[in-house]
């Protein structure tokens, strides 16, 4: 009898125990739930941060893309203008010199 009064008070202790630790264990899986949610949350925060900076890359990319565009044409302008300029100069010189031939013979 006292053995059996032993055994089962042994065996309320272990049980317990055993809850005692299953309820850590419960707490534990309910940290880790929330955890895991926090980290959820923050993965889709970031990830919406993310495509928000890669939209405004992009803007700025094709931004960058009409700024060149814009200065080549610029530079083919400032290009056909010295062309231009200098068939002026030159057509402008033969006329004078043209001029000056012609007051000479005459």
Do not use: P, W, Y
């Not at 923050?42 to 565009?69: E, F, P």
């Not at 080549?72 to 231009?84: D, I, N, V």
């Amino acid at each position: 009898v006292t053995q059996i009064s032993a055994d089962l008070s042994n065996n309320v202790a272990l049980q317990s125990e055993a809850g005692a630790v299953a309820d850590r264990e419960e707490r534990s899986r309910e940290r880790l739930k929330q955890a895991s949610r926090r980290s959820r949350r923050q993965c889709k925060i970031q990830i919406l941060t993310l495509r928000s900076q890669a939209q405004l890359v992009q803007k700025d990319m094709n931004q960058a893309k009409r700024m060149l565009d814009l200065a080549g044409k610029c530079k083919q302008g400032a290009s056909f203008l010295q062309k231009t300029g200098s068939s002026r100069s030159s057509v402008q010189r033969l006329h004078d010199s043209g001029q000056r031939l012609g007051s000479a013979l005459a």
